[in-house]
C-alpha cells in the first residue's frame, strides 16, 4: 500500500514537473519567434565544429582555466549522473534494484560515484568563487535566485550519494571503499542504526532527492539557467563567416519605412535566443572598456535587459495571440504573474536600453570573445544605434559632425578633400598616384587618418619609405580616395557606408585593384570581410603582414640594433576582429637590441584604446577616459616605446602619454616607424 501511494506521489509530482517544464520552454520559444525570422542556414559543417568545440570541447570556457575546470566537470558530471537516475528512481520503488549489468555494475558504480563526488566539490567551489573568493563579475547578482541553484546543486549531488549509502545500510551491505568510495562512508558511519532506521533514511533522501531534481528541472527555464537548454542552439545557429561582419540592410525592399532595431521584436530570432542564452557569468561585463571605466554600459546588463524586456513583452503578447495552444495561452499570462513581472516597457530605447548606453559601445568585441555561449552583443548595440540615426535621427552632436564631414569632403575633419595627397608632399618620386604610374601591383590605401592627421601621417611616410626599399610597385588614389565607412557603419549609419562601399568598389574596379594593403585595421577589416559581401574582389592586406613577408623574403634586412623595450598594444581591430596577433611581434623579435614587453592584458584579452565604434570622434563625459586606462597598463612595464598597428590606437596612447607627463621618456611608434630605424 506505502508503495502505491509512493508511486502516485511520485508520478503525479513528475507530471507536474514536465507540465511547467514544457510550458515555460514552450512559452521562450514563443517569445523567440516574435523576432524576424532569421536567414539561412548556410555552413553546417561549421555550425556542427562551433557545436563540438564550444559546446562539448567548451573552449570559450577555459579562457578563465579554473572556472573552466570547474564548469567541464559540472557539463560532464551531470550527463554522467543521468545515467543513474533511472536505476535510483527504481530503487525506490523495487528493492536493491540494479541495472543488469552483471561484473560491469561495480565500475558504473565507480564512475557514477566519482562523477557524482567531483560534481558536489565542483558546486561548492562555484559558492566559494561567488560567496568566499567574491570574484568580481560575479559579485552584481547575489538574490535568492544566484543561492538557490549552488543549494539546489549541492542537495542533489549529495543526496545521492547518502541516498545510496543508506540503502546499503537497509539491505545490510558491507561497505564497498573499491567501487563505492563515497556512498561505503556513509554506510560504514551509519551501519550501528540497523536496517528499519536505514530504509527511513533511504527513502527520505530518496524524496529529497526527487523534490530537487524536478524542482531544479522547473527552475532552470525560468532563471539564467536557461542557458543549459539554449546555449548549444545558440551556438549553432550563431553567424557564420567573419566575426563582427554587420547585417547587411537591403534599402531597397519595398515597404520598408523603418530601419535598425527600435522594438525588440525586430532582432532576428537567432539575436534573441542569445538573450535566453546568457549564462550571466559577467565575464563579457569583466572585460568590457566602457565598464572597466565608469561609463553605463554594462554587455551583461545589456543582454538580461533585453532578455527581461522579451519575456515581459512576449508574455504579455501571446496571452492574446489566437493560434496559441490553449495550455500555453492560459499558461502565458500566468507565468507573467507568477515571475512577477510588469508591463513591457513602451519603448526599447529609452525604458529598456538608454542612448548613453549604446553610444558608449568601442565594438571591441572583448565581451563577445570572452562569452562561453558565443552571444553577440556589438550587433544588437549597432542595430540600435541604426534606428537612432537612420529611423528617429536622434544623433549625438559630435556624430553629426563626423557624417556631415564625411559626406562634404569624404574626411572626419571636413578638410578640403583636396588636401588628400599633401601627406606625400617630398615624396612624390616613390610614393606616385594611380594616374602616374603605368602599373602597380599593390593599391596602398592611406585612408583619412594617414592622409589628415599629423601623426598619423609620419605612419604612412614610414610605410611608403619601406615599400620602396624593398622594390614593391605601388600606387595610391591620391585626391580620388574616400573614406572606407567603416566608422559610419558601427556609428549606425548604414546608408553612408553602402554609399561609400560603392563608390570605392566601382574606383577599385575603375583601376583593375586586385591588391589592396593599408596601415588602417579598421579599414583593413571592412574591406577584407565586409566590402566583398557588396562585390569587392581584391586580396586585402594589413601592413604588418606585408611588411613581415618582405623580411622573410629578404627583401627588408633588419640590421640595425633598436636598443628600446617596447610595450605592444594589440589593436581590436586587427587582433580579435581577425585574430592576427603574432605577425607583429614576429616584426618585432626580428629587429636586434629590441626587447618585446607585454602588458597584463595583451592578444585577446587586450583592453581597447578607446577609438573604436565612433568614440575616436566622441568625448568621454562619464568616469576614466579608456586610453588613460590602456596607457597605464603600458607604463607599468617599464618600456621606452609603446608600439602600435593602428592610426587610431596610437593617437589614443600618445594623447595618454602626454596626459600621464610620460613623453620624455616614453615614445609611442607603429611597427612600421619601429622597424624602419632597423634598416
Given at each position: 500500500m506505502l508503495t502505491i501511494i509512493q508511486l502516485i506521489l511520485f508520478l503525479a509530482m513528475v507530471a507536474y514537473a514536465l507540465y511547467l517544464l514544457v510550458h515555460v520552454v514552450y512559452s521562450r520559444i514563443l517569445f523567440i519567434r516574435l523576432g524576424k525570422p532569421s536567414p539561412d542556414l548556410p555552413d553546417l559543417k561549421e555550425r556542427i565544429n562551433a557545436v563540438l568545440i564550444n559546446v562539448f570541447g567548451q573552449r570559450k570556457l577555459f579562457k578563465d582555466r579554473k572556472s573552466g575546470l570547474m564548469h567541464f566537470i559540472l557539463f560532464y558530471g551531470f550527463f554522467i549522473i543521468q545515467l543513474g537516475l533511472i536505476e535510483l528512481i527504481l530503487k525506490g520503488f523495487i528493492r536493491g534494484y540494479e541495472y543488469p549489468l552483471g561484473a560491469a555494475h561495480k565500475t558504473f558504480v565507480l564512475m557514477q560515484e566519482w562523477a557524482t563526488f567531483l560534481m558536489l566539490v565542483a558546486v561548492l567551489y562555484a559558492a566559494f568563487r561567488r560567496y568566499g573568493e567574491k570574484l568580481q563579475r560575479l559579485q552584481w547578482k547575489r538574490d535568492w535566485k544566484a543561492a538557490f541553484v549552488y543549494i539546489v546543486l549541492t542537495v542533489?549531488?549529495?543526496?545521492?550519494?547518502?541516498?545510496?549509502?543508506?540503502?546499503?545500510?537497509?539491505?545490510?551491505?558491507?561497505?564497498?571503499?573499491?567501487?563505492?568510495?563515497?556512498?561505503?562512508?556513509?554506510?560504514?558511519?551509519?551501519?550501528?542504526?540497523?536496517?528499519?532506521?536505514?530504509?527511513?533514511?533511504?527513502?527520505?533522501?530518496w524524496w529529497v532527492h526527487m523534490l530537487a531534481v524536478f524542482s531544479f528541472m522547473v527552475f532552470v527555464p525560468q532563471s539564467k539557467q536557461a542557458h543549459e537548454l539554449f546555449a548549444a542552439f545558440n551556438v549553432f545557429f550563431k553567424k557564420t563567416g567573419p566575426v563582427g561582419?554587420?547585417?547587411?540592410?537591403?534599402?531597397?525592399?519595398?515597404?520598408?519605412?523603418?530601419?535598425?532595431?527600435?522594438?525588440?521584436?525586430?532582432?532576428?530570432?537567432?539575436?534573441?535566443?542569445?538573450?535566453?542564452?546568457?549564462?550571466?557569468?559577467?565575464?563579457?561585463?569583466?572585460?568590457?572598456?566602457?565598464?572597466?571605466?565608469?561609463?553605463?554600459?554594462?554587455?551583461?546588463?545589456?543582454?538580461?535587459?533585453?532578455?527581461?524586456?522579451?519575456?515581459?513583452?512576449g508574455a504579455a503578447v501571446t496571452s492574446r495571440t489566437p493560434w496559441m495552444p490553449a495550455f500555453a495561452m492560459s499558461g502565458a499570462a500566468a507565468n507573467q504573474a507568477a515571475l512577477g513581472l510588469k508591463e513591457p516597457a513602451e519603448n526599447l530605447i529609452g525604458d529598456v536600453i538608454t542612448e548613453q548606453e549604446l553610444w558608449a559601445c568601442t565594438t571591441c568585441r572583448n565581451?563577445?570573445?570572452?562569452?562561453?555561449?558565443?552571444?553577440?552583443?556589438?550587433?544588437?548595440?549597432?542595430?540600435?544605434?541604426?534606428?537612432?540615426v537612420m529611423t528617429?535621427?536622434?544623433?549625438?552632436?559630435?556624430?553629426?559632425?563626423?557624417?556631415?564631414?564625411?559626406?562634404?569632403?569624404?574626411?572626419?575633419?571636413?578638410?578640403?578633400?583636396?588636401?588628400?595627397?599633401?601627406?606625400?608632399?617630398?615624396?612624390?618620386?616613390?610614393?606616385?598616384?594611380?594616374?602616374?604610374?603605368?602599373?602597380?601591383?599593390?593599391?596602398?590605401?592611406?585612408?583619412?587618418?594617414?592622409?589628415?592627421?599629423?601623426?598619423?601621417?609620419?605612419i604612412a611616410r614610414a610605410f611608403a619609405r619601406l615599400m620602396h626599399q624593398a622594390g614593391v610597385r605601388f600606387a595610391i588614389l591620391g585626391n580620388e580616395e574616400k573614406n572606407s565607412g567603416?566608422?559610419?557603419?558601427?556609428?549606425?549609419?548604414?546608408?553612408?557606408?553602402?554609399e561609400l562601399c560603392a563608390?570605392?568598389?566601382?574606383?577599385?574596379?575603375?583601376?583593375?585593384?586586385?591588391?589592396?594593403?593599408?596601415?588602417?585595421?579598421?579599414?583593413?577589416?571592412?574591406?577584407?570581410?565586409?566590402?566583398?559581401?557588396?562585390?569587392?574582389?581584391?586580396?586585402?592586406?594589413?601592413?604588418?603582414?606585408?611588411?613581415?613577408?618582405?623580411?622573410?623574403?629578404?627583401?627588408?634586412?633588419?640590421?640595425?640594433?633598436?636598443?628600446?623595450?617596447?610595450?605592444?598594444?594589440?589593436?581590436?581591430?586587427l587582433g580579435r576582429y581577425n585574430g592576427i596577433y603574432d605577425i607583429p611581434r614576429d616584426i618585432l623579435r626580428s629587429i636586434p637590441g629590441v626587447e618585446l614587453?607585454?602588458?597584463?592584458?595583451?592578444?585577446?584579452?587586450?583592453?581597447?584604446?578607446?577609438?573604436?565604434?565612433?568614440?575616436m570622434w566622441m568625448e568621454e563625459r562619464e568616469g576614466t577616459r579608456i586610453n588613460l586606462t590602456r596607457t597605464k597598463m603600458a607604463l607599468e612595464t617599464n618600456p621606452t616605446v609603446i608600439g602600435s598597428n593602428c592610426p587610431y590606437c596610437l593617437t589614443m596612447l600618445t594623447d595618454g602619454v602626454k596626459m600621464m607627463e610620460a613623453e620624455t621618456r616614453v615614445s609611442t611608434l607603429d611597427i612600421a616607424e619601429i622597424l624602419e630605424k632597423a634598416i
Open positions: 542533489l549531488t549529495g543526496t545521492i550519494l547518502i541516498s545510496l549509502g543508506f540503502e546499503h545500510v537497509m539491505l545490510g551491505k558491507q561497505p564497498d571503499f573499491v567501487h563505492a568510495p563515497f556512498s561505503s562512508a556513509v554506510t560504514a558511519a551509519f551501519a550501528w542504526i540497523g536496517t528499519s532506521a536505514g530504509t527511513v533514511l533511504f527513502y527520505a533522501f561582419r554587420l547585417n547587411k540592410i537591403d534599402f531597397e525592399e519595398e515597404g520598408v519605412e523603418e530601419f535598425g532595431v527600435g522594438k525588440i521584436e525586430d532582432f532576428t530570432r537567432r539575436q534573441l535566443i542569445d538573450l535566453y542564452a546568457c549564462v550571466e557569468c559577467g565575464r563579457c561585463t569583466n572585460v568590457c572598456p566602457a565598464s572597466g571605466t565608469g561609463k553605463m554600459l554594462s554587455p551583461m546588463h545589456l543582454m538580461t535587459k533585453l532578455r527581461d524586456h522579451l519575456t515581459e513583452k565581451c563577445e570573445d570572452q562569452c562561453p555561449v558565443m552571444n553577440e552583443h556589438v550587433d544588437k548595440i549597432i542595430d540600435m544605434r541604426r534606428y537612432l528617429q535621427g536622434d544623433v549625438p552632436g559630435e556624430a553629426t559632425r563626423y557624417f556631415q564631414n564625411i559626406e562634404r569632403q569624404s574626411n572626419p575633419w571636413g578638410i578640403n578633400r583636396n588636401e588628400r595627397i599633401a601627406w606625400r608632399e617630398g615624396m612624390e618620386d616613390i610614393v606616385k598616384t594611380v594616374h602616374e604610374t603605368e602599373e602597380f601591383e599593390i593599391l596602398f590605401w592611406v585612408g583619412s587618418m594617414g592622409a589628415f592627421d599629423a601623426r598619423s601621417r609620419k567603416d566608422t559610419a557603419r558601427r556609428m549606425g549609419n548604414e546608408y553612408l557606408f553602402q563608390q570605392n568598389i566601382e574606383t577599385f574596379q575603375k583601376y583593375g585593384v586586385t591588391r589592396i594593403v593599408t596601415t588602417d585595421p579598421h579599414a583593413y577589416n571592412t574591406f577584407k570581410n565586409e566590402y566583398p559581401e557588396f562585390g569587392l574582389e581584391a586580396e586585402v592586406l594589413h601592413h604588418t603582414e606585408l611588411l613581415l613577408q618582405l623580411i622573410k623574403d629578404g627583401k627588408l634586412k633588419p640590421v640595425k640594433a633598436v636598443n628600446e623595450k617596447i610595450a605592444y598594444h594589440d589593436s581590436c581591430y614587453l607585454e602588458m597584463e592584458r595583451n592578444r585577446d584579452k587586450a583592453l581597447c584604446c578607446g577609438a573604436g565604434g565612433g568614440r
